[in-house]
Nanobody, 121 residues
Framework: QVQLVESGGGSVQAGGSLRLSCAVSEYTSRNYCLGWFRQAPGKEREGLAYISWSGTTTYADSVKGRFTVSKDNAKNILYLQMNSLKPEDTAMYYC???????????????WGQGTQVTVSS
């Protein structure tokens, strides 16, 4: 059973930083593709960053250069370091996992419950 639990969300001023964490069940970090997504009210779920089981990463243009995805296989934790945050980054943030290479598409089979990020101007 794949389980994902996000944490680290909160409120921050524009220009600030946050680091999101996603605790994943054992075996998942080493053997699944992992992604970070967000969804703002009234908008579709948006893929932000992806990391493969081998460590290959991909980013959406909207966050490239500001967000960094990484994982700690020993601790079974997925991270999203978010810098230079903007008000438009305000959303619920989710981590996701699947064996299939969905990249930034929201087709993943397993999802966390989400953590809220609010950026004020």
């Amino acid at each position: 059973q794949v389980q994902l639990v996000e944490s680290g969300g909160g409120s921050v001023q524009a220009g600030g930083s946050l680091r999101l964490s996603c605790a994943v069940s054992e075996y998942t970090s080493r053997n699944y593709c992992l992604g970070w997504f967000r969804q703002a009210p009234g908008k579709e779920r948006e893929g932000l960053a992806y990391i493969s089981w081998s460590g290959t990463t991909t980013y959406a243009d909207s966050v490239k250069g500001r967000f960094t995805v990484s994982k700690d296989n020993a601790k079974n934790i997925l991270y999203l370091q978010m810098n230079s945050l903007k008000p438009e980054d305000t959303a619920m943030y989710y981590c996701a996992a699947d064996r299939i290479y969905w990249w930034l598409l929201p087709q993943y089979n397993y999802w966390g419950q989400g953590t809220q990020v609010t950026v004020s101007s």
